[in-house]
């Protein structure tokens, strides 16, 4: 009998002794003691909450002076709980343990999360069995890997939870990046799967050798793989689904464990995870909730609660979540095709067509798009001036690409036409945005989507929270971490005039670097901008926060998806080794 064997054994004979001493001090004794005189030197555990409130500083990585906070993390409410790691018995009663099955449930999609139960036991008796759970813990540090596989790159959560607190505290995270993303392998599957290896040995130096069989692992890719096609996706994660469990001693979780991620679930978790990291929810009281808007690079979600009482047609994008026995009832959408990178195609694949039809520019296909060679100037209303963006792939909407080079329409930074090409940049981001298609009900976002106004139906003092590439592209080059849409556009108007404006109002060599580095940022802002005004209607005078990291925990989904598994009935169990 293997050692692990051996260890589930005992625990089973302990379990055993322990039940019945329950049986007979609360059930067979003249009179209920309490808790500490039955089990003496067993204490209650008191969670304090520390969460942000809305208008404070974030702590994040690269804060401004002023802008940090003490690091303290909030915990989440008690319906969050799992038995420790190599311990398949659960001191729990039956109605314990269903209100202790999951800290998420979400409906109408499934997600591998269940709806809590009621509770039916006394305050007495869930009191005694947590104090036995909490006495038979030894170690209740947990893992859970994440590896997110986006459009541009793939990324590593390793998170640790204390598990012998209740509920569950979030104690670190690991984090790490690797360039291409998968979906850049084609039909390379081996490659893809090998691309992993390097995040991985940041999951096998964290977790303890100890605790590696029972730490799961899943995959999410996002738009990019979706992007791809089904065949060439799916090839690739059945291939990273092998090397996963052959190559590596983490449980996979089984079903969608490594998939392709639904663009509402993606959305939600990220809600989830910024509202947790806030102390929002997970609180026995409601509170204010955030709302958050992720921009990708193949898609853009936005996630909110409308306000009490407002209503909300019926559809996919209403989406019914509990955390912490707390339902929330929110809206979501995930805008496939409208992240940045796509933004970038979209509007290049405009300027080209305009090319096209001017017969002065001698524009031919090319066949072979990653060795093509550009020999053709083309002038792009997104450039500064001075600027140029050499060798450009743009791919039209019939899948035949072209190699061009990109330059600005004004010849210098005191031209007139500096100010025309950038009027002209704005409005090809809002074309794109096809904010003129029909709108079937009452208030649309964009593209015809039905979406809750922002100006109406969410509330004015609540947090809007903008990350992923909004703070990627907006922090390097000065803009705070609390704005509004009007700075937001006064930056703009900054970068898309050049290099004379950028040394008199940025001040970040970093980001003067970048600007320096890349010519399509004036593009990307403007986006971005065209995005968030004119897309999802939000007023330039609304005040925004962004930020890459709240507690030194990253923002994103990857949280929010994590926090499941921790269940130990969430798709996975425990690899067993024989000796």
């Not at 991985?200 to 793989?225: D, F, I, M, R, S």
């Not at 031919?364 to 600027?387: F, R, W, Y």
Request: charge should be negative; aromatic fraction near 8%.
């Amino acid at each position: 009998m293997s050692l692990l064997f051996s260890y589930r054994y005992n625990k089973f004979l302990v379990a055993g002794a322990a039940l019945a001493i329950i049986y007979i001090v609360v059930f067979m004794a003249p009179s209920h003691p309490k808790t500490e005189d039955a089990f003496p030197g067993l204490v209650s555990e008191s969670q304090v909450i520390s969460h942000i409130k809305p208008g404070e500083p974030l702590d994040t990585s690269t804060s401004a002076p002023g802008g940090l906070i003490e690091e303290k993390k909030p915990v989440i409410d008690d319906v969050l709980s799992s038995s420790s790691t190599l311990e398949p018995q659960n001191y729990r009663t039956r109605a314990q343990e269903e209100k202790h099955a999951t800290p998420v449930t979400a409906k109408p999609k499934s997600t591998g999360m269940r709806q809590s139960a009621p509770l039916h036991e006394s305050k007495e008796e869930a009191k005694v069995a947590q104090e036995i759970k909490s006495a038979s813990c030894e170690s209740g540090e947990e893992y859970v890997i994440m590896i997110d596989a986006g459009s541009t790159g793939s990324r590593i959560h390793v998170y640790s939870f204390d598990t012998c607190q209740s509920p569950p505290k979030l104690l670190n995270e690991e984090f790490k990046m690797k360039k291409p993303g998968l979906s850049s392998f084609d039909t390379d599957t081996v490659g893809a799967a090998a691309s992993l290896d390097e995040l991985l040995e940041v999951a096998l130096e964290t977790v303890p050798k100890n605790k590696q069989a029972c730490t799961p692992v899943a995959v999410k890719a996002t738009a990019g793989l979706r992007l791809l096609g089904e065949q060439k996706s799916s090839a690739i994660l059945a291939e990273v689904r092998r090397h996963l469990e052959d190559d590596y001693p983490f449980p996979v979780v089984e079903g969608d464990g490594v998939s392709i991620m639904d663009g509402s679930d993606e959305g939600v978790y990220a809600w989830i995870t910024t509202n947790y990291l806030l102390g929002n929810i997970g609180a026995k009281e409601k509170r204010p909730t955030a709302a958050v808007f992720d921009l990708g690079g193949g898609s853009t979600q936005i996630v909110f609660e409308p306000l009490d009482g407002q209503s909300m047609i019926e559809g996919e994008h209403k989406y019914e979540v509990s955390f912490g026995g707390v339902d929330f009832t929110l809206y979501q959408y995930s805008h496939l095709g409208f992240g940045l990178m796509q933004g970038r195609k979209k509007v290049n694949a405009l300027v080209l067509e305009t090319a096209l039809n001017d017969p002065k520019y001698e524009l031919t296909p090319v066949s072979d798009p990653e060795n093509a060679v550009a020999k053709v100037s083309i002038p792009h209303p997104c450039l500064p001036p001075g600027v140029t963006a050499e060798n450009v792939i743009v791919e039209l909407s019939d899948k035949t690409s072209y190699a061009v080079n990109f330059v600005s329409m004004a010849k210098s930074e005191d031209d007139d036409m500096a100010k025309t090409a950038a009027v002209q940049c704005r409005s090809l981001a809002e074309t794109i945005l096809n904010k003129d298609m029909e709108c079937k009900s009452k208030s649309c976002s964009f593209n015809g989507i039905y979406q809750p106004s922002l100006r109406h139906q969410f509330a004015q003092t609540s947090d809007m929270f903008v990350f992923s590439y909004f703070y990627d592209r907006l922090k390097p080059i000065g803009m705070p971490l609390s704005f509004t849409l009007d700075e937001m556009k006064d930056l703009t108007k900054i970068v898309c005039s050049g290099s004379t404006a950028w040394n008199q109002y940025l001040s970040q060599p970093e980001g003067l670097k970048e600007l320096n580095a890349e010519p399509l940022w004036c593009l990307d802002l403007s986006f971005m901008t065209a995005l968030l005004h004119t897309g999802y209607d939000i007023p330039l005078h609304r005040e925004l926060r962004t930020a890459k990291k709240i507690s030194d925990n990253e923002l994103g989904w990857c949280l929010g998806a994590s926090l499941p598994l921790l269940d130990k009935n969430s798709g996975w169990s425990c690899k067993v080794t024989r000796d």
